[in-house]
Each structure stands twice: as structure tokens, then as C-alpha cells.
């Protein structure tokens, strides 16, 4: 089991930035690759970002390129969320995920944490 608590949510006004962090704690050591999702109201679920563990590759969604940054401290087992130029279609509660090493998709999520970016 990994289990996973995300923090930094909040209220900001458009052009400002939020920063996100997910902690793990559990079996961290077979961790694959850890992610963000969020979902708006009345919207589908949608990939944020993603980094593998081991190698540090990223992913990003399309919609986030170029003002989000995804990174992680593998010595604390956090994975976190840097948004900058935040606008109003960002708003959405924000999950964090974990892909562990045996599975195939994500299998493990956090809370989630709000974030509301007003205009």
C-alpha cells in the first residue's frame, strides 16, 4: 500500500501561482512513476503531469506545457506541483497519484486538494 497526502491548495487570482505537494509514506520503494490529475466540475478527469521515479522523465498535458513543473524529492518521497500563470480553467480539485512498479495504472490517489484560480 502507498498511501498519499497532497497540500498547497488554494485561492489565487489569475497570473498568480500555486505550488502543490504529495507526500508518500508506505512502499515508496516500489514506486514507479507518481502524477497529477484534476477535475472540474461537470468535466471528465484529466492528466496533469506526470514524472517516472527512477528516471526522471515527465509528462505533461497539453493544456499545462510551458506553465506547470512537475518534480520530485525521491529522498523525502514528495512529488510536487509548481503552476504558474494560473488561470480560471485551472480550477479544479487536483489528485495526486501513484503507479507502483507491479501495476499498470495509477493505483493509488490522495485526497485531492482544491484549487481555485478567480478572474
Known amino acids: 500500500q502507498v498511501q498519499l497526502v497532497e497540500s498547497g491548495g488554494g485561492l489565487v487570482q489569475a497570473g498568480g501561482s500555486l505550488r502543490l505537494s504529495c507526500a508518500a509514506s508506505?512502499?515508496?520503494?516500489?514506486?514507479?512513476?507518481m502524477g497529477w490529475f484534476r477535475q472540474a466540475p461537470g468535466k471528465e478527469r484529466e492528466a496533469v503531469a506526470a514524472i517516472t521515479w527512477s528516471g526522471g522523465n515527465m509528462y505533461y498535458g497539453e493544456s499545462v506545457k510551458g506553465r506547470f513543473t512537475i518534480s520530485s524529492d525521491n529522498a523525502k518521497n514528495t512529488v510536487s506541483l509548481q503552476m504558474n500563470g494560473l488561470k480560471p480553467e485551472d480550477t479544479a480539485v487536483y489528485y495526486c497519484?501513484?503507479?507502483?512498479?507491479?501495476?499498470?495504472?495509477?493505483?493509488?490517489w490522495g485526497q485531492g486538494t482544491q484549487v481555485t484560480v478567480s478572474s
Open positions: 497519484a501513484a503507479q507502483i512498479m507491479s501495476s499498470s495504472d495509477y493505483a493509488y
Open positions: 508506505g512502499r515508496t520503494y516500489s514506486l514507479y512513476r
